[in-house]
């Protein structure tokens, strides 16, 4: 049995991504594929040696044994996949797999005008690795309050479980996945001619210089949780003649706090004061997503379960 996920889901050309990986075989090697539209085989690695780690709960950080990967000065900016595969392994390769994969950003040299935003706090939000997420069995924090998960664990896109109803239309992987939206989106722009550069949302909480060379930011599929500087940094690229395109609903709707130095989220969704992560209510952050966005989902709504009715 092997699991595993990035430290850090976004790397620069040059860099260094660190997996952390459990395993009880005694040795695995790690096969890493581009996305693009389909997996394309970049690296294997030699056999590495396995050492097994415990799992823990949803707001720990689990502290794997590190392994060490170098990230050549050449991969594209593009979401990579990074298959474990134990001797004798029959698992094969795919951007739905729940168990024994992780997924990270290689971010771009700011050549294309076009920049992707991969939304890691919702992957995080409902990946049940670990027994909880902020939807079942969340673990509370007092400061800041709310419900805490971390980013420290197996799954965040892919290589985890998963919260939530699959999706009626397409039950073959669930919503809050990679898999989902974002793999065929991004399958989508290149085989029409477009090559974007990926980031995640941390990277644009982290820095707001991510997007200073970008023409048009795109957020797609489902992309609900948002840290205050993730938005502020978004709005003031707009502000100073930026685009933004959200091809998606339920968008910008629960405040995060980034915590434990960037290796956990916290949000409050609900008390006897409300929910005081709600973007849009004045006792919650009080300020309104479709000042961004355009719109809100809380003036259309949408169905967790079954068949979309049609509401006009």
């Avoid at 050492?51 to 170098?70: C, K, L, M």
């Avoid at 434990?260 to 209510?281: E, F, N, S, T």
């Amino acid at each position: 049995m092997i699991d595993g996920y990035p430290e850090r889901a976004s790397v620069a050309p040059g860099e260094t991504l660190v997996l952390r990986v459990s395993t009880d075989a005694p040795r695995f090697r790690v096969r890493i594929h581009r996305w693009a539209g389909e997996l394309v085989p970049v690296s294997t690695t030699a056999w590495l040696p396995g050492r097994f780690a415990p799992p823990a709960s949803a707001a720990d950080d689990w502290r794997w044994p590190e392994y060490e990967i170098a990230i050549p000065n050449d991969w594209l900016s593009a979401v990579y996949l990074a298959h474990l595969e134990e001797p004798g392994s029959a698992v094969p390769p795919g951007p739905a797999m729940d168990r024994a994969a992780a997924l990270f950003v290689v971010r771009g040299a700011r050549r294309s005008p076009l920049l992707y935003k991969l939304p890691l706090a919702t992957y995080h939000a409902y990946n049940f690795t670990g027994g909880g997420c902020f939807y079942r069995n969340p673990t509370r924090s007092e400061a800041p309050p709310g419900s805490k998960v971390s980013l420290q664990r197996p799954g965040g896109g892919i290589g985890g479980a998963v919260w939530g109803a699959l999706d009626y239309y397409d039950p073959s992987s669930p919503r809050q996945t990679f898999a989902h939206w974002d793999a065929r989106f991004l399958g989508w722009l290149l085989c029409n001619g477009y090559e974007p550069e990926l980031c995640t949302d941390f990277d644009i909480h982290e820095d707001a210089s991510v997007l200073e060379d970008a023409r048009l930011l795109v957020s797609v599929g489902h992309d609900e949780y948002w840290s205050e500087p993730t938005r502020d940094h978004v709005e003031a690229f707009v502000a100073a003649g930026g685009n933004a395109a959200f091809f998606g609903a339920n968008l910008c709707w629960w405040r995060i706090r980034v915590v434990d130095g960037g290796r956990a989220i916290v949000c409050h969704q609900g008390g006897p004061k409300g929910a005081l992560d709600h973007w849009w209510p004045a006792t919650g952050a009080n300020r309104p997503e479709d000042s961004l966005t355009g719109v809100s989902y809380r003036h259309g709504g949408g169905s967790w379960d079954g068949p979309r009715r049609t509401r006009g």
